[in-house]
T-cell receptor
Framework: DQQVKQNSPSLSVQEGRISILNCDYT??????FLWYKKYPAEGPTFLISISSIKDKNEDGRFTVFLNKSAKHLSLHIVPSQPGDSAVYFC???????????FGKGTKLTVNP | GAVVSQHPSWVICKSGTSVKIECRSL??????MFWYRQFPKQSLMLMAT?????????EQGVEKDKFLINHASLTLSTLTVTSAHPEDSSFYIC???????????FGPGTRLTVT
């Protein structure tokens, strides 16, 4: 049973436009959500996170939105840059130092 | 800050031999470390969670006798793949978290090829 779902395996956008990556979860016990960026043959890099008590968190070009009632979160990248091209993983946690449950990832391609 | 290293970055071994992969938190103390495995074009699969000084907790389906995990100090965890077989070839990634922290910081990964 997949508790964290990223239904779009890939996304392609033009440089300068907005990239929106989506993530859905099923377990209402999750109280913290994270986005990671991963290049091939490298470990994931932490991007941004959000606590379940918030509905938005912003860091530079990256904004994460959380809709608890819909059990949905999204990552917005504005403006998108070619260097953003990577696989983005959504992850959820039920507590500090607890394991993360990852989605399958969305491959973002930003075209120049 | 929050840098995690892995060694080696890649290793090739013969079938039947054992391979040890090290994971170190370089600038912080990690009470909890995690070991993941990633198959090509697939998500990260959590193998086990290790807490310093105690036995690792393995995920369902992961053979604890095959994948030995030791977390002897707050900055070092090791994964030993025993009697490796070609199907163990994969990309192994570790992560570490601070006490009561939600964020995990990942190492660069280790590519294991078993011939």
């Amino acid at each position: 049973d997949q508790q964290v779902k990223q239904n779009s395996p890939s996304l392609s956008v033009q440089e300068g436009r907005i990239s929106i990556l989506n993530c859905d979860y099923t377990n209402s016990m999750f109280d913290y959500f994270l986005w990671y960026k991963k290049y091939p043959a490298e470990g994931p890099t932490f991007l941004i996170s959000i606590s379940s008590i918030k509905d938005k968190n912003e860091d530079g070009r990256f904004t994460v939105f959380l809709n608890k009632s819909a059990k949905h979160l999204s990552l917005h990248i504005v403006p998108s840059q070619p260097g953003d091209s990577a696989v983005y993983f959504c992850a959820a946690s039920k507590g500090g130092s607890e394991k993360l449950v990852f989605g399958k990832g969305t491959k973002l391609t930003v075209n120049p | 800050g929050a840098v995690v290293s892995q060694h080696p970055s890649w290793v090739i071994c013969k079938s039947g031999t054992s391979v040890k992969i090290e994971c170190r938190s370089l600038d912080f103390q990690a009470t909890t470390m995690f070991w993941y495995r990633q198959f090509p074009k697939q998500s990260l699969m959590l193998m086990a969670t290790s807490n310093e000084g105690s036995k690792a907790t393995y995920e369902q389906g992961v053979e604890k006798d095959k994948f030995l995990i030791n977390h002897a100090s707050l900055t070092l965890s090791t994964l030993t793949v025993t009697s490796a077989h070609p199907e163990d070839s994969s990309f192994y990634i570790c992560s570490a978290s601070l006490v009561y922290s939600y964020e995990q910081y990942f190492g660069p990964g280790t590519r294991l090829t078993v011939t």
